[in-house]
């Protein structure tokens, strides 16, 4: 109750208490049957409505708070699960700088995606339920308004109905009667014509909260795929690199790598093999320089030839020196592709491989690949330096363009199949 000296003066709070008393014994008098109620069926039905719909409003407010805390609680999860990740992901992995760019993306998405439905969906919200209070407000006004002018009627009736007539009496509840219809009259017809349009409207809300809110859910898991797949094909190749590395031995000499021959002496002064096309070797005279490459359990020798011209478009194999035989195993010489160096006057021959897979380099010594590509397999300078599953090659195309073996490098043998 107010507190008179604070803008309600006596005469006031006295009118105020005695419409409350007055209001309670219309209530009661109609609850009893002892006088009649004014009743709107159709306002009644608006009230409804509006009960309804500021219910619905409210919950659905709620749950797009909780909703929102949700989003919350997963973007902390997600940035403590890239911190982890982070804190894991060695410097010397594959792949380091992007994945400190993906969690700095990731991060700024789930920020965006939960500042996007506080100011789209939320907040529409709460600017929805805003004008609910006044409202209602203003319906329990008009309920209060109507009960005084039943009352204001009532009284007005009982003293035209009495025995001895007080005109003065009489003509004062006529203008109460009057007052009292005229304040309800005004705020009954402002509601009436409310009261349907904010029922109308919730449609228009409902549309605009959850299609702005799937338009934000179809942004962000369309961004947020594009992130998870960056991620599973940093994660792909990380593994390449592992099992790259996993194959990768110290480089050692193997002990059990020996050299014997199991050519027989032959009868004649030569033998014929068949020439690589174009190129006619001879092997007379030729001094040995033997590098061993270790490959799917074979052993097989590069050598420097003399180039020696033949008219007769073969390539004449004369007889080994006694105690200078070789073996190959399992090889022949035609496993092997002869070119000439640069001056023309000597003669290399390789061991020729194609790529099945695409490699790419690590390291500065290594040799990138793409499938297709065919290498020319060269021996190690130092035969130490070599590690098990690896060889030393030269791109053929690179040796045709510039015959040039500074281009060499190391690639993965499994990568690789004998041509």
Not at 213 to 223: M, P, R, T
Not at 257 to 280: E, L, N, R, W
Request: proline share 3%; hydrophobic share 35%; glycine share 6%.
């Amino acid at each position: 109750m107010a507190e008179i000296g604070k803008g309600v003066t006596a005469g006031k709070l006295a009118i105020n208490v005695q419409k409350r008393l007055t209001r309670a014994q219309e209530k009661v008098l109609q609850k009893l049957g002892k006088a009649d109620e004014t009743r709107d069926v159709v306002f009644e039905e608006m009230v409804a409505n509006f009960n309804k719909q500021m219910a619905e409003g409210t919950k659905l407010q709620k749950d797009l708070k909780a909703y929102l805390a949700a989003v919350k609680t997963m973007h902390d999860a997600s940035r403590r699960l890239q911190d982890c990740l982070a804190d894991m992901y060695e410097p010397d992995w594959f792949g380091k700088e992007e994945m400190d760019a993906l969690a700095e993306d990731t991060d700024t998405l789930w920020l965006d995606y939960h500042q996007s439905i506080t100011d789209k969906s939320l907040q529409n919200m709460d600017i929805y339920l805003s004008q609910f209070p006044d409202i209602k407000a203003r319906i329990a006004k008009r309920d209060r308004k109507l009960v005084d002018f039943d009352s204001a009627r009532h009284h007005f009736t009982s003293l035209q109905k009495g025995k001895k007539k007080d005109e003065a009496k009489i003509a004062k509840a006529e203008e109460d009667l009057g007052r009292a219809q005229k304040i309800f009259e005004e705020l009954n017809v402002e509601l009436q014509d409310e009261l349907p349009a904010l029922w109308d409207r919730r449609v228009g809300v409902y549309v605009n909260t959850f299609q702005s809110l799937a338009g934000h859910q179809e942004k962000f898991h369309k961004e947020m795929s594009k992130l998870s797949q960056n991620l599973n094909d940093i994660m792909t190749k990380l593994e390449e690199q592992r099992q790259i590395n996993k194959n990768r031995l110290p480089r050692r000499l193997n002990s059990s790598m020996t050299m014997t021959s199991t050519k027989k002496k032959p009868k004649v002064d030569g033998i014929t093999a068949k020439a690589t096309p174009k190129v006619i070797v001879s092997l007379a005279g030729m001094r040995q320089r033997r590098r061993w490459v270790r490959r799917a359990g074979l052993t097989t020798q590069t050598m420097w030839l003399s180039l020696t011209p033949s008219p007769t478009g073969t390539t004449t194999v004369p007889m080994w020196n006694r105690g200078a035989g070789v073996m190959i195993n399992t090889h022949s010489f035609t496993d092997f592709i002869c070119k000439s160096d640069v001056n023309g006057k000597r003669l290399f021959c390789f061991l020729q491989v194609k790529a099945v897979h695409d490699y790419a380099a690590t390291d500065g010594d290594e040799l990138e690949l793409k499938m297709g590509d065919v290498v020319l397999v060269l021996a190690f300078d130092n035969p130490d330096e070599q590690d098990d599953g690896w060889l030393m090659g030269l791109k053929e195309s690179q040796w045709f363009q510039k015959k040039d073996i500074s281009a060499k490098g190391v690639f993965p043998e499994n990568f690789t199949q004998r041509v």
